[in-house]
């Protein structure tokens, strides 16, 4: 069973366009991460939410926790064709460090 | 720069022997490292979770004996995959907690590709 339910797996937009990704669980989480990765490297970290109803923005990027810290979105403003890639939620049961990771959505954004 | 250093970053084995890959924490202590294995557009599943000495906690399904883990010092872990066979082929990732700073401050490594011929 998927703790971290992930949408869309998949999306392919033009530049310009807006889009948002979601992450839906039935667990409360500690805290939530968001991570961007490139083909064959280890995932980079862009934010971690901690407070329910937190909104962090990062240029075009657009994070929101949940109120009951159960779910979170990443929208992303007016694509470019750097945005592409793979963007995954991840989110922490306890402070352990240990991470559960939804499926990942695959971005591709044409010129 | 990567505070987190895999080694190797590509390596290529014939089936049936063993491969070690080594995490490394750079300027920091990590008494506990988790071991990632990802799929070609997949997401990263956790395998097991990296105990400095102690034994290593596996996932359900994670075999223990095939994926080994050592946590010899608060810096270094290590998972060697004994008897690898071609289905074994993979991205594997590992993660470190940072022992100095609270929550959930990880930090993930570069990524080891394993191809078994």
């Known amino acids: 069973t998927q703790l971290l339910e992930q949408s869309p797996q998949f999306l392919s937009i033009q530049e310009g366009e807006n889009l948002t990704v979601y992450c839906n669980s039935s667990?409360?989480?500690?805290?939530l991460q968001w991570y961007r990765q490139e083909p064959g490297e280890g995932p980079v970290l862009l934010v971690t939410?901690?407070?329910?109803?937190e909104v962090k923005k990062l240029k075009r990027l657009t994070f929101q926790f949940g109120d009951a810290r159960k779910d979170s979105s990443l929208h992303i403003t007016a694509a470019q064709p750097g945005d592409t890639g793979l963007y995954l939620c991840?989110?922490?049961?306890?402070?352990?460090?240990?991470?559960?990771f939804g499926q990942g959505t695959t971005l591709q954004v044409k010129p | 720069g990567a505070v987190v250093s895999q080694h190797p970053s590509r390596v290529i084995c014939k089936s049936g022997t063993s491969v070690k890959i080594e995490c490394r924490s750079l300027?920091?202590?990590?008494?506990?490292m988790f071991w990632y294995r990802q799929f070609p557009k997949q997401s990263l599943m956790l395998m097991a979770t990296?105990?400095?000495?102690?034994?290593?906690?596996?996932e359900q399904g994670v075999e223990k004996d095939k994926f080994l883990i050592n946590h010899a010092s608060l810096t270094l872990s290590t998972l060697t995959v004994t008897s690898a066979h071609p289905e074994d082929s993979s991205f594997y990732i590992c993660?470190?907690?940072?022992?100095?700073?609270?929550?959930?401050?990880?930090?993930f490594g570069e990524g080891s590709w394993l191809t078994v011929v």
């Open positions: 993660s470190a907690r940072d022992d100095d700073r609270q929550g959930n401050t990880i930090y």
């Open positions: 667990s409360v989480f500690s805290s």
């Open positions: 939410v901690v407070t329910g109803g």
């Open positions: 991840a989110g922490a049961l306890s402070n352990t460090g240990k991470l559960i």
């Open positions: 300027d920091f202590q990590a008494t506990t």
């Open positions: 990296s105990n400095e000495g102690s034994k290593a906690t596996y």
